[in-house]
């Protein structure tokens, strides 16, 4: 469950599994369409959520 914030009609609201359209896989990471209760659709961003740092430079490897 996620809480967000409908940008069209202003007003925040719980998206569950059945409230996403499409998930999607991009360069920048996974990104999902989820609808609000009146309809409209509305942008995730799952990677900034989940991982909101994730450098190449922070691995460190014991040698
Ligand atoms: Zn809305």
Same mark, same amino acid.
């Given at each position: 469950?996620?809480? !967000? &914030?409908?940008? #069209?009609?202003?007003?925040?609201?719980? =998206?569950?599994?059945?409230?996403?359209?499409? !998930? &999607?896989?991009? #360069?920048?990471?996974?990104?999902?369409? =989820?609808?609000?209760?009146?309809?409209?659709?509305?942008?995730?961003?799952?990677?900034?959520?989940?991982?909101?740092?994730?450098?190449?430079?922070?691995?460190?490897?014991?040698?």
């Amino acid at each position: 469950m996620f809480d !967000l &914030h409908c940008r #069209t009609c202003d007003q925040a609201f719980v =998206a569950g599994p059945s409230s996403f359209a499409s !998930l &999607h896989h991009t #360069t920048d990471g996974l990104i999902g369409y =989820a609808r609000c209760p009146t309809g409209h659709v509305n942008v995730v961003n799952f990677h900034v959520r989940v991982h909101p740092v994730e450098a190449e430079g922070s691995r460190v490897t014991a040698a």
